[in-house]
């Protein structure tokens, strides 16, 4: 990479914007995306918008039989039918799946039948207040962690069996912060979503990086999309989303790292690590926000109690 190249990602506006994803996908393969996926099933949670939309269409496109796991019915099928009005062989279909609700996942797990060869956890939330689900949790903690836990554990031994992939949309909001279990949970004086969002990307990347270690047999990754114009950026981030409007990512690039791993025969070796724009890169910008083993087990501790509760 030239020094132009190293001062534009070092500057995060021109690296995470449209123009950062182009000048990244100068050195794409092409052929990385001519994979056939016929007979591959495909789990895709939030299908119905954004990236998990866009997801969800890549990989019908390549052959996959795609489900979309949506919490509400009649978005979902829209969805569902935008994508089989696009491809009309596709082989698409829905299930309903609120992922912030442990319940639910359960219900969700039993009632699937049959393989799976790649799940990604795409679901997320960032409210701007703290809320808590019927089960007690922080919403953006059961949203984004809790519920991908336990529906990724749940799956595992599917997965073990295909040599599946767990693909995890994470965000680069991260990078601003240091593993917090007590702000993960909500359990704070004065709550900031935005902070609230960053501590359950942060943990999400760690929790793959342990699952890679434990189950060799399933490729595990995480990623982050840039920034990409989606509803989630408009109507979380408002003045973000403002000032940034002309040069987001559209969601097909902001969702081409997520087809990529889910399909890519590049990833032979490659388990527990954090991608953007199909390479590998740290999950740390700054070395205060790197988390101690302790604080790792902690997490890993936490989140198997709650999930298991
Ligand atoms: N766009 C970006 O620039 C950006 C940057 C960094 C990370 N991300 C991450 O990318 C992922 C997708 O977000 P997006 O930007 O594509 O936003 P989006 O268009 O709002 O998509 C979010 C999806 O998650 C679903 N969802 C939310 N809560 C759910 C729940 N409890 N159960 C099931 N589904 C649920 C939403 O469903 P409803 O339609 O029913 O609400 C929607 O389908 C998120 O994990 C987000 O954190 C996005």
Avoid at 82 to 96: G, N, T
Avoid at 203 to 224: C, N, R, Y
Wanted: proline fraction near 4%; charged fraction near 25%.
């Amino acid at each position: 990479m030239g020094l132009f190249d190293k001062a534009l990602d070092a500057s995060v506006l021109f690296s995470f914007d449209r123009s950062g994803f182009e000048r990244h996908a100068r050195r794409f393969v092409e052929a990385d995306l001519r994979v056939s996926m016929q007979g591959k099933v495909v789990l895709v949670t939030g299908a119905n918008s954004g990236l998990g939309f866009s997801t969800a269409r890549a990989l019908a496109a390549l052959g996959a039989t795609v489900h979309l796991l949506c919490r509400d019915e009649a978005r979902g099928q829209a969805a569902v039918e935008r994508i089989k009005a696009e491809l009309p062989s596709a082989d698409v279909h829905l299930s309903r799946l609120d992922v912030s609700r442990l319940s639910d996942v359960r219900r969700f797990v039993e009632g699937f039948r049959g393989s799976v060869d790649v799940l990604v956890n795409n679901a997320g939330v960032l409210p701007d207040t703290l809320t808590r689900t019927e089960e007690g949790h922080e919403v953006t903690f059961a949203t984004n962690v809790l519920g991908p836990y336990a529906l990724t554990e749940a799956l595992l031994p599917r997965l073990v069996l295909s040599k599946g992939r767990v693909v995890t949309v994470t965000s680069g909001g991260m990078f601003t912060q240091k593993l917090d279990l007590t702000t993960l949970q909500g359990e704070v004086k004065r709550f900031d979503g935005v902070v609230a969002y960053a501590q359950t990307k942060r943990a999400e990347v760690i929790l793959s990086e342990q699952w890679a270690v434990k189950h060799p047999d399933v490729t595990f990754s995480t990623m982050h999309p840039g920034w990409a114009d989606t509803p989630a950026v408009r109507s979380s981030l408002p003045r973000f989303y403002r000032f940034t409007k002309g040069i987001l990512r559209t969601p097909e690039q902001g969702a081409d790292t997520i087809v990529w791993l889910a399909v890519t025969p590049r990833l032979t070796g490659k388990s527990g690590l954090f991608w953007f724009d199909r390479a590998p890169v740290s999950p740390h910008l700054v070395g205060w926000t790197k988390e101690t083993e302790q604080q790792r087990e902690a997490l890993a501790r936490l989140v198997e109690k709650a999930a298991t509760r």
